[in-house]
């Protein structure tokens, strides 16, 4: 397993890029985040064919509008200086209930790109949409979100794939296997030879150690992936 501070670096690293996210990259982001979170088909219409931002509606939601999906990138997302108001989180949340009336959706989640101040959560619950809703609302900041999309990677290589498309820095730490202590996902279209992987076996039944090389593309980690002992 790989080492606590180093997740941590990657996560840091991670919100750094998120911080940069345009308004469009992170309704797909999050689109995908939220997807996968809820293990359910969501539907996208924040943005149109053309990846243009489009109004009155809310933007992303599950078949059923139980669940709703707003994104921001606007600064002040979290409220102003003195936490006196909250407006953009307000009309979001608002716009999501408004969404699925009369019954409204079970949760929302409300997604920036924005690192959420420490002293917000008290602030905001205690204002009047903040007690009359706060058990539906699922916070994202950029700190939260980076953790999402991390794990998600780890445990997915199609979720890997997708979120290298906005994370260049992320992706070069995907590419760094052994920086995550673990294995590489098998290449596509890899064929299994399982003469070599017997092979492998019965040299291990003798021997702890055994040197692979070969050209690259040839398979190489798939046989790592394979056998338990030390490999160079």
Known sequence: MMHEHIKK?????????????????????G?????????????????????????HTVDSFSEDSMVVAEYSTE??????????????????IQHALNHRMPQEPDKIYLISNQEEPPSFRAEFNATPIGQSHGGKLVFL???????????????NPDCAAFYRQYFPGFSQNLDNYEYYGKLPAPCDGHICDQGINDALARYFNAKPV????GVSGSGKPSCNRLCPPTFT
Not at 76 to 83: M, P, W
């Open 9 to 29: 670096r990657i996560i840091k690293d991670l919100m750094s890029e998120i911080f940069c996210l345009s308004a469009t990259e992170l309704e797909l982001v």
């Open 31 to 55: 689109h995908n985040v939220v997807g996968i979170l809820e293990d359910n088909r969501m539907i996208h219409h924040g943005i149109n064919k053309d990846y243009k931002p489009v109004g």
């Open 75 to 92: 600064q002040a997302y979290f409220g102003n200086r003195d936490y006196s108001s909250f407006t953009k989180i307000e009309k979001d």
């Open 141 to 155: 900041d950029a700190r939260e979100l980076a953790k999402e999309v991390y794990q998600q990677s780890i445990n």
């Open 210 to 213: 055994c040197v692979l090389h």
